[in-house]
């Protein structure tokens, strides 16, 4: 399988994300880089997400694409706190961790912290259901701007 990317320097912003990933997710699933783990028909729900993100993402291509832009907005230079917890009986991994960074446009720090709740079939991701912090993001981005307060 190879990754479903050009160039996997577009996504060099989420390196740490994609680094603890791997980790929660090693010896469950097959492949060398975040998107290889994923399943060709992986659906993506970003369940508590940030106005104007998709809620649904279908297929591996689509996220790639969707992740490919991550850098314009933010970077990420760490992530920690993962705590795995695993149901074998069906097949669900629940990655609680956290990703630090910076906002491109304001400079600001990011630090937020996520829950995915990740369905595998056949030794790859077939679901991920995403949960985060939206209001680290809008103080990492200055939304809303102050003169909308």
């Known amino acids: 399988m190879t990754t479903p990317v050009d160039d996997i320097a577009d996504f ?17 699933v097959d492949g060398q880089h975040f998107f290889d783990l994923l ?7 970003f ?3 940030v106005p104007g993100y998709p809620q649904r993402v279908e297929g591996r291509r689509a ?6 832009g991550y850098g314009n907005g933010m970077v990420l230079d760490s992530a920690d706190g993962l705590a795995v917890h695993r149901d074998p009986e069906t097949s669900v991994v ?11 446009r304001t400079g600001r720090a990011y630090d937020n912290h996520f829950v995915s709740v990740i369905t595998i079939k056949g030794r790859t991701v077939t679901r991920w259901r ?10 990492a981005i200055g939304w ?3 003169q909308d307060r």
Do not use: K, N, T
């Not at 060099?12 to 469950?28: K, V, Y």
């Not at 399943?39 to 729900?45: G, K, N, P, S, T």
């Not at 995403?130 to 103080?139: G, T």
């Open 39 to 45: 399943a060709e028909d992986v659906i993506f729900e």
């Open 130 to 139: 995403d949960y985060l912090d939206p209001v680290a993001v809008f103080q």
């Open 63 to 68: 996220v790639a694409d969707l992740y490919r």
């Open 94 to 104: 629940v990655l609680e961790y956290a990703g630090h960074g910076r906002a491109v």
């Open 12 to 28: 060099e912003a989420l390196g740490p994300f994609f680094r603890i990933i791997e980790e929660g997710l090693a010896g469950l």
């Open 47 to 49: 369940v508590i997400s």
């Open 144 to 146: 809303p701007p102050a």
